[in-house]
């Protein structure tokens, strides 16, 4: 059954407009990555699955290859139309795509996977892959051994109750099955540069499980780290900072 976790669902709903300004981009290698490891070019194609408001988007179109851009929350989807109307949108599910059997050259998810790990959704991106497709995981994770960065997970943490989340790793149980072979990990540094207000405050509030939470609440996150950010020695001040990210880029082939 096609369905959408529902923390996803109202906080993407409710923040695609600040998702799309807080978000980081991707680091520069992964252009490389996409041509090398996933096999893009020209005459491919690749499904962006969980596509959000389009920010992995940009990068998989400077393949070259047609990119067919997969998201079921309308607000997200609007939002990726808005800024890249070139892009084919359609509304899918990572259990029911709407796309025909064996039809891309590899499926991406970035920033995604997570939400929607599980037997149902392995055996549908495999329907829709090639003979020796390749499927590509992507997240940029915040380098947490930077201490004002280790501040905000102590903000944030106390409202994550069970959200599906990159750093439990529960999203690796579903390639138990052998549809796909072993996973590949290649790791790239990046700088999220820019106004606090946007790679902090609109990034964290941007977060499904923040932007899911009462108003009452999520006022109370954004001034706990409104207030982060003018105390920090740091942060306060500053015009612009640098926030390091991990991007941790996985890859597997069909079988």
Not at 70 to 82: F, G, I, S
Request: hydrophobic residues 40%.
């Amino acid at each position: 059954m096609a369905y959408v976790h529902r923390v996803a669902f109202e906080g993407f709903s409710n923040s695609a407009p600040t998702y799309a300004r807080g978000r980081p981009e991707y680091p520069g290698e992964l252009l490389v990555w996409l041509h090398r490891d996933i096999g893009l070019g020209p005459k491919k194609t690749v499904i962006d699955l969980g596509a959000g408001t389009g920010k992995f988007t940009r990068l998989l179109v400077q393949t070259g290859a047609q990119v067919v851009a997969v998201e079921p929350v309308d607000a997200m989807r609007t939002e990726l139309e808005a800024g890249m109307p070139g892009v084919r949108a359609i509304a899918g599910t990572a259990q029911a795509m709407n796309i025909p059997d064996a039809s891309s050259d590899a499926v991406l998810c970035a920033q995604a996977f997570h939400w929607f790990a599980d037997e149902e959704a392995i055996v549908e991106i495999h329907r829709v892959l090639k003979r020796k497709g390749r499927l590509g995981l992507v997240w940029n994770v915040r380098d947490e051994s930077v201490d004002w960065i280790a501040a905000i997970t102590d903000i944030i943490k106390d409202y994550e109750g069970n959200s599906p989340r990159y750093h439990t790793g529960e999203w690796r149980r579903p390639f138990a099955g052998g549809m796909f072979s072993g996973l590949e990990e290649s790791c790239y540094d990046y700088n999220h540069v820019g106004p606090p207000q946007r790679v902090i405050l609109d990034r964290f509030l941007s977060v499904s499980f923040i932007a899911a939470l009462p108003d009452d609440k999520r006022l109370e996150v954004a001034g706990r780290l409104s207030q982060l950010i003018a105390s920090h020695p740091q942060l306060k001040g500053r015009e612009s900072i640098a926030f390091p990210y991990k991007t941790h880029a996985y890859c597997c082939t069909r079988i």
